[in-house]
């Protein structure tokens, strides 16, 4: 009960830490009105930017933006996690950039920290080539689009309960290029020095044996939204109208011998996002999620399905905050795959209108994932099972009830359930805050 009341408060610390900073800046915003109508308008128009740069994750300054993503965050290896970071901005140039940031793990005692420059290469089709040197953690069997590193949450609820990391000092080019206004592609050439945190050894024949590796990649992201819309004028590459679906692909190749290199190996991933806004305000959500790996391919680059629960002995020592898409009974470190797929439901029902500050919403949710694995006894000093016979969990949000903040209710059904009734079961909070609406 000590260990659950403890976690539960440096848990509540990362979420309130950025609650205040919305409600410090919100509230200086708010004071010293002017009757002079030009001065209200630029007043507006500095907030409204303001809130905007904000909902993206950064703090605006003349010539530096500070990244929100470093501040502070919590997980079961560093502990709190510490720093800072951001990039330069167009005022001090629009062809050139600096960014990097470093943060310090508490419980790790160590200091990570990512350093890069990046150069325009055409302003009519937004191409940057960058060069980034990065000494960080990452998490183990995530497979992360590339076109997805600017998505921002004010907590990251899946971050605090993880503890399977690797290490990885890598160097990247990067190039990012908008094929048309809405297709973004985003390339890397990587060379890695990956070494995991926790007792492993990956065995890919008889004569191998690893405990850290080399690997040198490829990677190509794409970022597809046919129908959505796109404001012509000022800024081509800003969407106007959202439209559905988004489909983004991902192909990553491993060179065996180039740049030390140690295995060959080659990747795919899908996601398509769906979503259906019904003519009674309610909206259905669909993600189709899927990935491949063919080869030498070690635990670190595999996949998990996003689980999101401890094994812990009850329900309210699991309590702790459900993820947008992840599956909230899913304990973590208990499945992996070398292809996988994936299907998430979400039905959100028209908002309850009890008042103007008061309007919770009901959504229904079913998930489910099915995978393999070719090789598992090739992963060695680790414990997992596969997805062969299907997970199942389905579950209900009731949202915004204070602050962003409701309350789900999960259960896990099918090939995968638990014989103990209560260990099927999650409740957790729920998180949405978009300054951006």
Not at 99 to 118: C, E, I, N, P, R
Not at 291 to 297: L, M, P, S
Request: aromatic share 16%.
């Amino acid at each position: 009960m000590l260990f659950y009341y403890i976690t539960s408060k440096l848990c509540m610390k990362q979420i309130w830490i950025p609650i205040l900073i919305i409600t410090f800046f919100h509230i200086g915003n708010c004071q010293a009105q002017d009757n002079s109508e030009n001065h209200k308008t630029k007043d507006s128009t500095s907030k409204a930017e303001l809130i905007k740069n904000l909902g993206n994750g950064y703090f605006p300054t003349k010539y530096f933006d500070f990244d929100l993503r470093y501040l502070v965050k919590y997980n079961q290896f560093e502990g709190f996690r510490t720093g800072l970071g951001g990039l330069t901005n167009s005022n001090l140039s629009e062809n050139f950039r600096l960014q990097g940031y470093t943060v310090y793990g508490v419980l790790d005692h160590t200091f990570k920290f990512s350093v890069g420059a990046s150069i325009r290469l055409a302003k009519k089709t937004n191409t940057w080539l960058s060069y980034t040197h990065t000494s960080d953690l990452e998490e183990t069997g995530s497979s992360n689009f590339l076109t997805d590193k600017r998505f921002f949450q004010f907590i990251e609820p899946r971050l605090f309960n993880i503890d399977l990391f690797h290490h990885h000092i890598s160097n990247s080019i990067e190039l990012q290029h908008q094929l048309a206004s809405n297709i973004l592609t985003e390339t890397h050439f990587i060379s890695s020095n990956i070494s995991p945190t926790y007792s492993y050894n990956y065995v890919p024949n008889t004569q191998s044996n690893f405990n850290d590796f080399e690997l040198t990649l490829a990677k190509l992201s794409v970022q597809w939204n046919p129908f959505s819309a796109y404001q012509d004028e000022k800024d081509p590459y800003l969407e106007t109208k959202v439209g559905y679906p988004k489909i983004t692909m991902q192909f990553t190749k491993s060179f065996k011998e180039i740049l030390q290199g140690d295995f060959n190996f080659s990747k795919f991933d899908l996601r398509i996002f769906q979503q259906f806004n019904h003519s009674n305000s309610s909206v259905s959500q669909l993600v189709l999620a899927s990935g491949i790996a063919n080869g030498a391919v070690p635990l670190s680059h595999l996949y998990h399905a996003f689980p999101n629960n401890v094994d812990k002995s009850s329900i309210f020592k699991r309590f702790s905050v459900a993820g947008n898409n992840s599956f909230e009974t899913m304990y973590f470190n208990e499945f992996f795959s070398d292809k996988i797929i994936s299907l998430r439901f979400k039905h959100i029902l028209k908002p309850f209108n009890f008042g103007p500050r008061f309007k919770p919403d009901l959504a229904f949710i079913t998930k489910y994932a099915l995978g393999s694995m070719d090789s598992p006894e090739h992963h060695q000093n680790i414990s997992f099972k596969t997805l062969e016979h299907g997970y199942f969990e389905s579950g209900i949000e009731l949202n915004q009830l204070l602050i962003g903040f409701g309350l789900s209710f999960a259960y896990r059904y099918g090939a995968y359930h638990l014989p103990h009734f209560d260990d099927n079961i999650a409740f957790k909070f729920t998180f949405n805050l978009n300054l951006n609406k």
